[in-house]
Nanobody
Framework: QVQLVESGGGLVQAGGSLRLSCAAS????????MGWFRQAPGKEREFVAA????????YYTDSVKGRFTTSRDNAQNMVYLQINSLESEDTAVYYC????????????????WGQGTQVTVSS
């Protein structure tokens, strides 16, 4: 079992930055992907970014490329999402997730989910 806890959300002006953190506890596996998803009110959950526990592969949805960066600290079992140049469209609850699979953009490939952290962008 893996438990995930997100933190770092808040209220930020458009153009500002945030760094979200995801603390993982329990067993982690080298082929697991750590994903970030978000869900805005009245909208479906969407993929944001992902990184594997071991290896350099990262993945991003088109709308966040160049603005968001995901990274990991294996020794501390931490995953981060650096968010720059925030836009109003980024307002959502952000979730981290862990799982094994070949398609990191698919929520079906994730077995464990955090509780979410709210990001609100003012404009």
């Amino acid at each position: 079992q893996v438990q995930l806890v997100e933190s770092g959300g808040g209220l930020v002006q458009a153009g500002g930055s945030l760094r979200l953190s995801c603390a993982a506890s329990g067993r982690t596996v080298s082929n697991y992907a750590m994903g970030w998803f978000r869900q805005a009110p009245g909208k479906e959950r969407e993929f944001v970014a992902a990184v594997r526990w071991y290896g350099s592969a990262t993945y991003y949805t088109d709308s966040v490329k160049g603005r968001f960066t995901t990274s990991r600290d294996n020794a501390q079992n931490m995953v981060y999402l650096q968010i720059n140049s925030l836009e109003s469209e980024d307002t959502a609850v952000y979730y981290c997730a862990a799982g094994a699979g070949l398609v990191p953009q698919s929520p079906n490939d994730y077995n464990y989910w955090g509780q979410g952290t709210q990001v609100t962008v003012s404009s």
